[in-house]
């Protein structure tokens, strides 16, 4: 088992920035990344990187605005979020063991979610 906090959310101006971070009650030795949930609507992909942090991966709507990286020396991950859009409002939650399938992402782990509000 692993758990995972996430930390960062809050609420920023549209075009403003936030960065979450994630951390990690062990080594993952595993893709990880994040998703969010925006109200009223399913659960869905945002961006994840290779344990080795040389391959990244990013939905369409947040390519160009958002950075993952990670310090496996922390078993942490982090997500940079710059010119936040209110569509960006939803719950992110941080994962682990992403298992990707093409277009298609699943985890095995997840952590409790952090809020983020991007009000315009």
């Known amino acids: 088992q692993v758990q995972l906090v996430e930390s960062g959310g809050g609420l920023v101006q549209a075009g403003g920035s936030l960065r979450l971070s994630c951390a990690a009650s062990?080594?993952?030795?595993?893709?990880m990344g994040w998703f969010r949930q925006a109200p009223g609507k399913e659960r869905e992909f945002v961006s994840a990187?290779?344990?080795?942090?040389?391959?990244?991966y990013y939905a369409d709507s947040v390519k160009g605005r958002f950075t993952i990286s990670r310090d496996n020396a922390k078993n942490a991950v982090y997500l940079q979020m710059n010119t936040l859009k209110p569509e960006d409002t939803a719950d992110y939650y941080c994962a682990a063991e992403i298992i990707r399938s093409g277009s298609n992402y699943r985890a095995n782990y997840w952590g409790q979610g952090t809020q983020v509000t991007v009000s315009s």
């Open positions: 062990r080594p993952t030795f595993s893709t």
């Open positions: 990187i290779g344990w080795s942090g040389g391959n990244t």
